[in-house]
Structures are given as structure tokens and as C-alpha cells.
């Protein structure tokens, strides 16, 4: 994953917060890692980083600072230390119920911030392509009751769904850390993704690739042929009518490969893969110049993520043969 940096700040500063140590630790890891990212620029915004006291003043220091200050998004680091893989907390729980007391002996138990109900991060992780990201973090709906949670939960009562904002729990131990909050920071800022359907035509055990035309974006590289799902479609709906309209080829789909997220920078890409069969039609191109029936994935040169396909619809097809 490539990671887009540029020179100059133009626009709004994406907010980064840690915590200082507390209870038994003599260092807090999301301090580290918020001072380490203090000025970076990532998408054309410049981090802009501090680290709280364990406190009812850390707790509220970014909600005071929403009422002078907007941010392009905000990620709350905190220390996870009985998790082996970093946390992406989508939910903010309306509970405050100390294990143990705060840096300032602020011992709250069981007891409501708001009374409004529980919150939810202003972010996407669908269209994260979480599977990819450094250090293999997992999706948690479970902040705790302690700081972490307040600081969250008091920054969602302030800022609009359209603030990217979510808490990021660091384990003790981590290979790269920092890698792994500029991914979140980068999947915050990109664009939302854009559902496209991808057919796998399957004959006679291979499969159907594309060449992009010298006329259409992307000119000479290979792809599965399909498009943008029209409103209300599904992926087999999007697959039998962009087949259609680029082949004039009738299909029917088969199962699903998966779905793979890819950045071309403007725009980001959630393709929806699915086996087709021909029911019908002669083949004729609209908007690719050469087709190939290929057996593994490095007959061509791929658009993207599609060398990714091509090598899972090769073993698929390889296991097939193997049970047949």
C-alpha cells in the first residue's frame, strides 16, 4: 500500500492525540507514536499531534479544541496493553466505570457521560481493506469504560459524521506502529469507494482477459472486463449488463471470488468479483482492443489489483481440476 505524501500542506490538519503513562506503565506507546507523527503531511494535510494527561482534562481537551480548531479527521491513540493485535473502536460507550483511578485519582464508577446513548466512529472500515494493514488490526466495538472511551465519546458528541474520528488501541508490542496509524490516516482521507463489478468469464478451465483500448483511461493494460454498478443493482445484475455492453456477450454468474480494494489515487475501487459463464452472443469490442483466455496470472500485464484476481481465480480453477 502506497501511501500518498505531499510537500505542501493545503488544506485542513488531521488531529493525532496519545496518552501519557498511567497506573503501572512508565511508558504509553500511543505518546511515542503521536510525537513521532507531530508534522508529517499525508494527502496534503499536516498532522498535527498532542499527547493528553490521563485525566478529566485530557478527556475533554479535543471536544474544547473543536470549538476553535476544524480538523480534516481526528484518530485517538491509546495503549491496549492485554491485546496482542491493534484495535479499530468503532463504538463509544455512554459508561464511565474505572478499573483503576486516573492520574488525577478521579475514580469514576458505573457511571453515564452523556445519558444519550452510545456512539459510533464517523468512519468507514468497510472500505478498508482492513485485511492488508500493517500488524493485522481487528474491528472492536468495545473502547472499555476508562479514558480511551471518554476521549472518544466526548469528540463524537462534538464533530458531524462528515469528520472522519475513530480510536486506534495499541498493544504493547508492535512491529510498526507508526506504519499503521498513517494507513488509518490515509484510508480516512481518501475518497469513498466506488462499487465495481469484475467478471471472471471461465471456459474450458481459463479465463477471459481485456486489453484497456488506446482510446479509454488506462490504454494497454490488462483487466476483467465489467463497470460501476448502476443504482440498485447487485454485482450479478452490474456483470450481465457491463458484459453485454463491452462484448456483446450474454452471461449468467457463479460464485463469487471476493472483493479487493485498490487507490488510483482520484479514486478508489471496490471490485466485486464473480465467476460468468456465455449463454450467448459473439464477441465483439467496445472498449478493449485484444482479449486473451489466460491459465495463471502473469500471462499479462494487470490493471491494478486484477493480477491479485487472477492468481485466486487460477488456484480456484486448479482446485476444480483436482476434484474433477
Partial sequence: MEVLFLKHNMAKPVLVTGFEPFGKHTVNISAEVA???????????????????VDYDGAVFTSN???????????????????????????????????????????????????AGDLF?????????????????????????????ETLYRTLLKID?????????????????????????????????????????????KFLAARRAPSEKHAGWWEFP??????????SQCLVREISE???LDVITGESIGEWIFDHGDVVVRLHVMECFVTG???????????????????????????????AISAKLRLHRQHS
Avoid at 465489467?226 to 447487485?234: P, R, S, V
Wanted: hydrophobic residues 35%.
Fill in 281 to 311: 452472443g459473439t464477441m465483439k469490442l467496445h472498449v478493449h482492443d485484444k482479449v486473451q483466455w489466460c491459465e495463471g496470472p502473469d500471462e499479462v500485464d494487470w490493471l491494478g489489483p486484477d493480477r491479485d484476481i487472477a492468481a
Fill in 246 to 248: 463491452e462484448l456483446e
Fill in 35 to 53: 510525537k513521532d507523527l507531530d508534522g508529517l503531511e499525508i494527502r496534503g494535510h499536516t498532522i498535527q499531534s498532542h499527547v493528553l494527561s
Fill in 65 to 115: 479544541l473543536l470549538n476553535e480548531s476544524n480538523f480534516a479527521a481526528i484518530i485517538h491513540l491509546g495503549l491496549a496493553e492485554n491485546s496482542s493485535n491493534p484495535r479499530i473502536e468503532i463504538r463509544a460507550k455512554d459508561i464511565l466505570d474505572f478499573r483503576i483511578p486516573d492520574n488525577s485519582g478521579r475514580h469514576v464508577r458505573n457511571t453515564p457521560i452523556s445519558g
Fill in 121 to 149: 466512529s464517523t468512519i468507514k472500515p468497510e472500505d478498508w481493506d482492513i485485511d492488508t494493514m500493517i500488524d493485522s488490526p481487528v474491528i472492536s466495538q468495545d473502547a472499555g469504560e476508562y479514558l480511551c472511551n
Fill in 226 to 235: 465489467g463497470g460501476k454498478f448502476e443504482e440498485g443493482e447487485n454485482v
Fill in 161 to 205: 459524521e462528515n469528520t472522519p474520528c475513530f480510536f486506534l488501541h495499541l498493544p504493547l508490542q508492535q512491529k510498526d506502529a507508526v506504519g499503521l496509524v498513517l494507513q488509518c490516516i490515509d484510508r480516512m482521507l481518501r475518497p469513498p469507494c466506488i462499487d465495481v463489478g469484475a467478471g471472471a468469464i471461465i471456459l474450458d478451465g
